[in-house]
C-alpha cells in the first residue's frame, strides 16, 4: 500500500479470518468485545491487541506484524464477519 510523500507505507491487516476457530466454521458474524490499544499505539507482532466473542467464545487477536496500530476498522462491540480487517498495523 502506498503513503503519502513520505514514501511506501506497509500496512498488515489484522485479519479475522487467522483466529476464525474451525468448529465455528458455520458462524458468519462476531463482535468486537474490546480493544486493548488504541490507534498510534506501538505494538509488537503476537501481542494481544484486542478480544473477539464469536458465540460467546471469547478469541485474544495478537497483532500480526511489529510497528504502530494505524487505524481500527471495528470499534469495541461493532460486529464484522468472518474475513473482515478489524484494523491495520504500519509496519516499523
Known amino acids: 500500500m502506498s ?12 485479519d479475522s479470518d487467522a483466529v476464525w476457530p474451525e468448529d465455528a466454521a458455520e458462524v458468519e458474524e462476531a463482535v468486537v468485545a474490546n480493544w486493548f490499544v488504541r490507534e498510534g499505539t506501538r505494538v509488537e507482532a503476537g501481542e494481544t491487541v484486542c478480544e473477539i466473542q464469536i458465540e460467546k467464545v471469547s478469541i485474544d487477536v ?23 480487517a478489524l484494523g491495520y498495523v504500519r509496519v516499523g
Open 3 to 14: 503513503g503519502d510523500a513520505g514514501g511506501d507505507v506497509e500496512l498488515v491487516a489484522i
Open 62 to 84: 495478537p497483532a500480526p506484524a511489529t510497528g504502530v496500530l494505524e487505524t481500527i476498522e471495528v470499534p469495541d462491540n461493532g460486529e464484522f464477519g468472518r474475513g473482515d
